[in-house]
């Protein structure tokens, strides 16, 4: 959807009557419902709008209070983000044990490569506390076992008032309730070249299957273990003699890489999501990215022989 309309996203428990109440709410203030979508997953209901508030007559202060009004007498969650509310540049980073990605984007804060604030760090364990900044805060939510406390999470994103959330090698899977609220606003990276090789031990999993060519993904997260919107990948050679500890050792530096572009993407407003995949938005060039093997790899490709037959066929049809 265009940047100009308004998005309100509705999270919480399914109850009858639910769509007309936040509906008929915003008939009787002049806003123009564009797209309406709504999903249910592990019993959480996600109803997600983008409305036309141009020419509502009420004021945007007044429309949240209505909302979370409501949203409070549905018992379900109301959130609301006026066009400008999207040029937020407040980042929480979601970490677990591993180092390197977490490293990676506090460095790109310090230098100036990360045009936004990394308001917090959260993790499921306190392994990592000491190389997070004294003035950015560090949350352990999880407890003796490693499990996260996803309502202190939600609150915690909420305190920070966080637009982006960036999974450094989080080893947890969100649940709904927390994917719902963030949907297009959840970046994560993968040890493989999505689709392939999904879930736990990806670099165990591309030894054992001897592919030959290995690699990284950065994605948006979706309620679908690793299935979320490709943004960018990275590719490398397995070696005759890797094992799965080699072949980490080698993708972490690219998992590192391809997870500060494709935040870096998202935060300059370079990408949108749309109809399940990412596309560049219009007028940005290409070149100002690494979306997968470097840009002038395809120079080392072969470019004959080709399918004489179909390129005559092309030909006399032009």
Not at 259 to 287: F, K, Y
Not at 302 to 317: I, L
Request: negative net charge; proline residues 5%; charged residues 30%.
């Amino acid at each position: 959807m265009t940047e100009e309309y308004t998005e309100i996203t509705v999270v919480g428990e399914d109850s009858t009557g639910l769509i007309a109440r936040v509906t008929t709410l915003l008939f009787e203030r002049s806003i123009n419902i564009e797209d309406l979508d709504q999903d249910v997953r592990e019993d959480v209901f996600r109803m997600r709008m983008h409305v036309d508030a141009s020419g509502m007559v009420t004021t945007e202060e007044t429309l949240r209070e209505d909302l979370h009004a409501l949203g409070e007498d549905l018992d379900v969650d109301v959130q609301v983000r006026f066009p400008e509310d999207r040029e937020a540049r407040h980042v929480a980073v979601l970490a677990t044990k591993e180092s390197h990605c977490l490293e990676r984007l506090l460095d790109a804060r310090e230098n100036g490569e990360l045009d936004a604030e990394i308001s917090c760090v959260v993790a499921n364990h306190d392994d990592l506390a000491h190389l997070v900044p004294d003035d950015v805060p560090f949350y352990d939510i999880g407890d003796e076992s490693g499990q996260p406390d996803e309502d202190w999470l939600l609150d915690i994103l909420a305190d920070h008032d966080v637009d982006l959330v960036v999974l450094a090698r989080y080893m947890r899977i969100l649940s709904p309730d927390v994917v719902f609220r963030y949907e297009n606003r959840i970046i994560n990276v993968h040890p493989s070249l999505l689709p392939s090789f999904p879930g736990a031990s990806a670099y165990l999993q591309a030894v054992e299957e001897g592919v030959r060519v290995a690699g990284v993904t950065a994605h948006y997260v979706t309620t679908d273990l690793d299935q979320g919107p490709i943004i960018a990948q990275r590719a490398l050679n397995v070696r005759p003699d890797d094992d799965a500890d080699s072949l980490r050792d080698r993708g972490q530096p690219l998992e590192a890489e391809v997870l500060l572009e494709a935040v870096q993407m998202h935060l300059n407003g370079d990408i949108l999501v749309r109809r399940g995949r990412t596309e560049l938005r219009e007028g940005v060039d290409p070149d100002d990215y690494q979306f997968g093997l470097p840009n002038d790899f395809d120079a080392e490709l072969p470019d004959e022989p080709v399918d004489s037959v179909k390129r005559a066929e092309q030909s006399a049809d032009d």
